[in-house]
Nanobody, 122 residues
Framework: QVQLVESGGGLVQAGDSLTLSCAAS????????VAWFRQAPGKEREFVAG????????YYVDSVKGRFTASRDNAKNTVHLQMNRLKPEDTAIYYC???????????????WGQGTQVTVSS
């Protein structure tokens, strides 16, 4: 099993940057594919980004391509989501998730963090 704890959310203005972090417990973190999801009020949950087991591959939803970058450090059991040029429509609760299988849009990860709020004002 793995436990995930997100941090780094907050209130920023449009155009600003923010980095979310996800700290994972467990000694086999490299066995887990990690993905970020988000959910805005009144909207369905949305896949944002995924990063492979060794960080060698990443996948992004079209709306964040070129603005968001996912990275991971397996030695430190951490994953980051660097978010640049934030827009009001990026406002949501962001969740770090993990699974031994690859996670894509529509996926159902086995493990979820508690979420961190990101609010982007216009």
């Amino acid at each position: 099993q793995v436990q995930l704890v997100e941090s780094g959310g907050g209130l920023v203005q449009a155009g600003d940057s923010l980095t979310l972090s996800c700290a994972a417990s467990g000694r086999t973190f490299s066995s887990y594919y990690v993905a970020w999801f988000r959910q805005a009020p009144g909207k369905e949950r949305e896949f944002v980004a995924g990063i492979g087991w060794r960080g060698q591959s990443t996948y992004y939803v079209d709306s964040v391509k070129g603005r968001f970058t996912a990275s991971r450090d397996n030695a430190k059991n951490t994953v980051h989501l660097q978010m640049n040029r934030l827009k009001p429509e990026d406002t949501a609760i962001y969740y770090c998730t993990a699974d031994v299988r690859q996670i894509g849009p529509g996926g159902e990860p086995s493990y979820w963090g508690q979420g961190t709020q990101v609010t982007v004002s216009s």
